[in-house]
């Protein structure tokens, strides 16, 4: 099969591109000129260059393809880069669908996020039907406007469906502030850890999963590609076991986890820069971010791996020690 992967130099884009490759399809990766391609060394692909906001060259560069991954996005949490969010998360994720579909004989997997599907309250479970609560976190509105442009183009007759991992963990090509969660514990910096959850996905599991969506997906619905729901302290502690590091001990109290991101604003505002960690980001981490991938496993035949293998295979490319911006990733 003829493939094109939009955004596969990135961490879930490059091992998509290498399972591709690996199984035996045709894989053609559209990226800009100036982009690192470190991260697809040693795959077999074909490159092309252009820019996502550019129609004719997404046209062009999905004739003859089967099938078209769009990864595109724009994970920056800063204010700074609400334009560039606007930009890849949204606009450049309406024009890939509307080339898609002028394409034809071709179907798209528009990669999204849990942070599309919202913010579930503590206790809940949620699924692909879950309202979307999210308005005030910028990253997880632009991918919600995103999933809203490609139905749009659904309804005029694209194949597509829409994908959502939870939070991505894997060996090859994880970026660095995501790492330095297991570099901090492993080095035993980290001494304390949030009341809530998350969902972790093994990256393996969700490369395997996208295709799945190709092969088995339903044009116009949307899965949620999750993983484990655990909270942060069984997430840390199983870091530690695979680092022989040393997991956080104090449990910050939900109560105070709101004035710890104000105060760090504030600082980060007086010394001029700004912070992944606020006060929204602080109310989230309190909840337990838990999401269902029942629908995904009924439908597509997706598998989630053991919690622990996933990290162990996460562990094994930690190095230097991070900072207090690393932990807002985990959410995007």
Do not use: W
């Not at 099969?1 to 690996?22: E, H, K, P, Q």
């Not at 660095?176 to 910096?189: V, Y």
């Not at 619905?221 to 993983?227: E, N, S, T």
């Amino acid at each position: 099969m003829n493939i094109l992967v939009i955004g596969g130099t990135g961490f879930v884009g490059s091992n998509l591109v290498r399972y591709l490759a690996g199984i035996g399809h045709d894989v053609k990766v559209y990226h800009r000129s100036n982009s690192s391609l470190k991260n697809l060394d040693g795959i077999n692909y074909a490159s092309v260059t252009g820019n996502i906001c550019h129609e004719k060259n997404l046209c062009r560069a999905m004739e003859e393809c089967s099938a078209v991954f769009n990864l595109a996005a724009c994970g920056s949490s800063l204010k700074k880069d609400n334009a560039a969010r606007q930009q890849i998360n949204v606009d450049a994720a309406a024009l890939i669908a509307k080339a898609a579909r002028k394409t034809g004989n071709l179907k798209l997997v528009h990669v999204s996020s849990i942070a599309a599907v919202g913010a579930p309250e503590r206790g809940e479970v949620a699924d692909e039907t879950f309202q979307f609560n999210r308005h005030n976190d910028h990253y997880a509105y632009t991918k919600h406007l995103g999933e809203l442009e490609v139905l749009k183009e659904i309804e005029q007759g694209l194949d597509a469906v829409i994908a959502c991992p939870g939070n991505v963990v894997g060996y090859n090509g994880m970026k660095e502030n995501q790492l330095n969660n297991f570099r901090n514990i492993s080095a035993g910096k980290m001494k304390v850890y949030p009341p809530g959850g998350v969902c972790v996905t093994d990256v393996d599991d969700l490369v395997k999963g996208l295709m799945l969506c190709v092969e088995n997906g339903i044009s116009g619905k949307r899965y949620i590609l999750g993983g484990h729901n655990v909270s942060f302290k069984k997430y840390f502690t199983e870091i530690a076991n695979a680092t022989d590091g040393t997991a956080p001990v104090i449990r910050l109290p939900k109560t105070i986890l709101p004035s710890i991101g104000f105060g760090v604003e504030f600082i980060f505002g007086l010394l001029g820069k700004e912070s992944s960690i606020d006060k929204d980001t602080c109310v989230m981490i309190s909840n337990d971010l838990f999401y269902s991938s029942e629908l995904a496993i009924r439908e597509l035949g997706y598998s989630i791996s053991d919690f622990s293998v996933a990290i162990s295979k996460a562990s094994m490319a930690i190095g230097k020690v991070g900072t207090i911006n690393d932990l807002a990733v985990m959410f995007h």
